[in-house]
């Protein structure tokens, strides 16, 4: 198909999935190398062999040359996976790159509280990601940080994100339970470790 949508997709954001991609980078990724050799017959079966050999992280450098993952989420966009394969991506706990590909997905193409949902957990995985800066220039990211980035900025990997209401509006209109952190959760068990402790201490 070439670079065409999938003819049984559905608009997102009110638009065809790949527009979620700048019209200039969408077309520096057809005219790349690893689109036209890597990406041109994928299935989404297919594209997670991909996902999982990616070197990095990134949205376009040096040239304006697209890095392969963002390649793959246009891949991901014209295909159009189901919800349940792209939680499938978040889930996995062994492939971080299919990770962060899958959590770039959800947060261009969901709903403000799926987004919280399923990507606020992945604040406990601390994983090494390469970034490839716009320079060409790699640097030393995370997981947790990728998903932050997600979470509160505009752009990221060089691409506009859609609107994300604010996490609080949420709360307030009980579409969100109050977010705990591991921390705070790591903080409650060790305070019901030490409070069993006590009370295993009083009992003899």
Known sequence: ????????????????????????????????????????????????????ELPCIGGVYGN??????????????????????VLEFIRDPEFKYLRALGAFYLRLTGKSKEI?????????????LRERLPTGDFILSHVDEFVDQLLREDRVCGTTLPHLTQRHLLEETSKLEPYVSVLDQLDSGASDASADSCNEAHAR
């Not at 200039?24 to 041109?40: A, H, M, V």
């Not at 040359?65 to 919800?83: V, Y």
């Not at 919280?116 to 090494?128: F, I, Q, S, T």
Request: aromatic share 12%; glycine share 2%.
């Open 64 to 85: 304006q040359k697209p890095t392969e993952f963002l390649c793959l989420m246009l891949k991901l966009l014209q295909l159009q996976p189901s919800k349940d394969i």
């Open 1 to 52: 198909m070439a670079n065409r949508t999938a003819v049984d997709a559905h608009s997102i954001h009110g638009t065809n999935p790949q527009y979620l991609i700048e019209k200039i980078t969408r077309s520096r990724i057809y005219d790349s190398l690893y689109w036209k050799e890597e990406c041109f017959a994928l299935t989404v079966e297919t594209l997670i062999d991909k996902a999982v």
């Open 116 to 128: 919280y949902k399923y990507l606020e957990p992945l604040y406990a995985d601390y994983r090494k």
